[in-house]
């Protein structure tokens, strides 16, 4: 059972009205993180349109919102260039008034949640060694580390990858 959120906050689908913020969110949180150069998700042509990337099927975003206002989201696709039963977590970013409050590991387990649901066996996802308290949710979450890039993102410059097996029992991660 998906544990409740702090009073204010919502975890929802997408909406049109949340493409601007979302993408602004993206251009603020990447850089802080150096990852604003070349072969990251920052220039991904999805990024100023998230509600029409996502509207297909096998493919779901979601944002949390505190009082409304947009703090970050996340969302699965299927791994582009990757096997069929593989997705991807994609662009999961928040605010740093987000973070240390448990909503990362929400999202998450919403994200992997609908990924099940989707009909997806596994879930890729590529980040950076130095992104340590992502990699440790990550890790958390069942995701193990794996030797090198599955698919074809377009990502060249994330250096740390990681896989989880949707068909085992979801992991319990702490917050």
């Known amino acids: 059972m998906q544990d409740s959120l702090p009073a ?18 993206i251009r603020v949180v990447m ?9 990251f998700a920052i220039h991904d042509a999805e990024v100023d349109a998230m509600t029409e990337a996502y509207d297909r099927p096998r493919a779901a975003y979601f944002v949390i919102t ?15 260039g990757g096997a069929a039963d593989t997705c991807e977590l994609r662009k999961m970013y928040f605010l740093p008034e987000a973070r240390g ?8 387990q919403r994200c992997l949640q609908r990924a099940r649901a989707i009909g997806f066996h596994s879930c890729y996802l590529e980040t950076l060694d130095h992104m340590d308290a992502a990699r ?12 090198g890039p599955l698919g074809a993102t377009g990502h060249g410059s994330c250096n740390a990858f990681y896989l ?10 702490s917050s």
């Open 66 to 80: 505190h009082f409304g206002r947009v703090l970050g989201g996340g969302g699965v696709a299927p791994l582009d």
């Open 164 to 173: 989880l097996d949707l068909t085992l029992p979801p992991a319990t991660p």
């Open 31 to 39: 850089p802080e993180f150096g990852a604003d150069g070349p072969g």
């Open 136 to 147: 440790r949710l990550y890790e958390q979450a069942g995701f193990k580390r794996i030797d």
């Open 8 to 25: 204010g906050y919502d975890l929802r689908p997408i909406a049109e009205s949340d493409n601007p913020e979302i993408a602004r969110i």
């Open 101 to 108: 409050l448990g909503l990362g590991r929400r999202m998450l």
